[in-house]
């Protein structure tokens, strides 16, 4: 079992910089994919970003490639998702999950991968 907890969003200006962090606790974090996702209001939740089990591997929606980086911290259980050059249009509700070790690449932009999810953390960009 695995448990989620998003912090680190806020209200910034476009062109703003924010860090998520995604704290996990569970004794299986280590061998996990972690992924970012958002919801924005009457949208589906989309994929943002994801990083391998060990971190040697990452994948980014084309909408944030160049502006988000994804990155982990195994030994401290925690995920992050590095938020720059930021637009309106990043305003959402932005969540992280944990799904299994192994993944094919395509596996990784797919929700239905992701078995452990957080409760979320409101991004607004403000123009």
């Known amino acids: 079992q695995v448990q989620l907890v998003e912090s680190g969003g806020g209200l910034v200006q476009a062109g703003g910089s924010l860090r998520l962090s995604c704290a996990a606790s569970?004794?299986?974090?280590?061998?996990?994919?972690v992924g970012w996702f958002r919801q924005a209001p009457g949208k589906e939740r989309e994929f943002v970003a994801a990083?391998?089990?060990?971190?040697?591997?990452?994948y980014y929606a084309d909408s944030v490639k160049g502006r988000f980086t994804i990155s982990r911290d195994n030994a401290k259980n925690t995920g992050y998702l590095q938020m720059n050059n930021l637009k309106p249009e990043d305003t959402a509700v932005y969540y992280c999950?944990?799904?299994?070790?192994?993944?094919?690449?395509?596996?990784?932009?797919?929700?239905?991968?992701?078995?452990?999810w957080g409760q979320g953390t409101q991004v607004t960009v403000s123009s």
């Open positions: 999950a944990a799904g299994a070790g192994n993944y094919k690449s395509t596996d990784y932009y797919r929700r239905s991968a992701y078995d452990y």
């Open positions: 990083i391998k089990w060990s971190g040697t591997s990452t």
């Open positions: 569970g004794r299986t974090f280590n061998s996990r994919a």
